[in-house]
């Protein structure tokens, strides 16, 4: 079931939203206002939280809320990756969460938290119990960036790729499981905190882990899953058969649900980190995920 729906993600993040031309993100603001009261409409029992900020920026949160964005959200949220790209230490986690705390009343979930095996799967296994010291008990939500690694034949949604040289290969390497399935050290901890914490996987369009996955949920003992519900792929052939399958598969969990990426056609860019060129348009996308899948 769908206990919570999530507007965008990440997107104070120079590769998950088109800032050059909103810059004061006032479209970004009017489109997550309009889509909150649209699912508030539908579903009221609902939770209704403003997509994961990255960096964590108390300013930009400050700046949403003058601008009325946060009235009709239950709960803000942030992501944190501090053993890889962020500037700051693992053991600040606290600090992060009180900067956000003290420039507004709702709650903080932390719906991203992760640390790659890059360069080894010690570092993973030290991140994932110092992440669970840190935060369990200390805010309602948290979800660990993820189940699987990205598949190498794939792309991390970054604007830059290769250019960034690691930054851009530890995208592939986030999950508790290999591409293959196999278990990397981390994974025979994770249990230790389920059900409190919970994971984060996106499922691509027609993404062939969704089976197994499923079971890997379980078998870690995973009651809060964090996935994607895409704007861009309702719209291609065949879409309704797939987000029906997917939230099919996923109803035996609490869901919380991310609206994000813009069709190319529809925005004011060609690429789906891009605003809309109709806000209107994404709020009705959320309205009918809520009638359909809430």
């Known amino acids: 079931m769908i206990e919570a729906v999530k507007f965008w993600n990440e997107p104070n993040n ?7 031309i909103d810059p004061d993100w006032k479209i970004f603001s ?16 609902v939770l209704r939280v403003l997509g994961g900020i990255s960096p964590i920026d108390p300013n930009f949160i ?25 500037l700051w230490s693992i053991h600040e986690w606290p600090d992060k969460i009180a900067e956000i ?10 719906t991203e938290v992760g640390i790659s095996s890059f360069g ?16 369990m008990g200390r805010v309602d939500r948290i979800f660990w960036y993820s189940l699987y690694d990205l598949p190498q034949a794939w792309e991390a949604t970054t604007r830059h790729r290769e250019a960034e040289g690691s930054s851009y290969y530890r995208h592939f390497h986030m999950g508790l499981l ?5 278990p990397k050290l981390s994974h025979k901890y994770f249990s230790d905190y389920t059900p409190e914490m919970g994971i984060c996987q996106w499922f691509h369009f027609e993404d062939h882990r969704l089976d197994a996955a499923v079971q890997h949920l379980r078998d870690l003992g995973v009651k809060k899953l964090r996935t994607g ?34 069709p190319e056609h529809k925005g004011l860019q060609p690429h ?10 994404f709020a009705d996308f959320c309205a009918l995920m809520m009638r359909r899948y809430a």
Not at 14 to 20: N, Q
Not at 62 to 85: R, S
Not at 124 to 133: D, I, N, R
Not at 272 to 281: A, D, I, L, M
């Open 14 to 20: 120079k590769s998950h939203w088109a800032y050059e």
């Open 120 to 135: 080894a799967e010690e570092v993973q296994e030290f991140g994932l119990q110092k992440t669970a010291e840190l935060l």
């Open 30 to 45: 009017e489109m997550v206002k309009l889509g909150a009261q649209a699912c508030k409409a539908e579903k009221p029992d």
């Open 101 to 110: 705390e003290a420039v507004t009343d709702l709650p903080v979930w932390v």
């Open 178 to 182: 290999r591409e293959d399935g196999s």
């Open 229 to 262: 519900l895409s704007w861009a792929d309702w719209l291609r052939p065949d879409a309704e058969k797939w987000f029906d399958h997917v939230m099919k598969k996923l109803d035996e969990f609490d869901v919380t649900a991310t609206f994000c990426f813009t």
């Open 272 to 281: 789906h980190t891009s605003p809309p060129q109709n806000v209107e348009e």
């Open 62 to 86: 400050i700046k949403l809320k003058d601008q009325g964005t946060l009235d009709d959200l239950n709960a803000v949220a942030v992501h944190g990756f501090p053993l890889d790209w962020n």
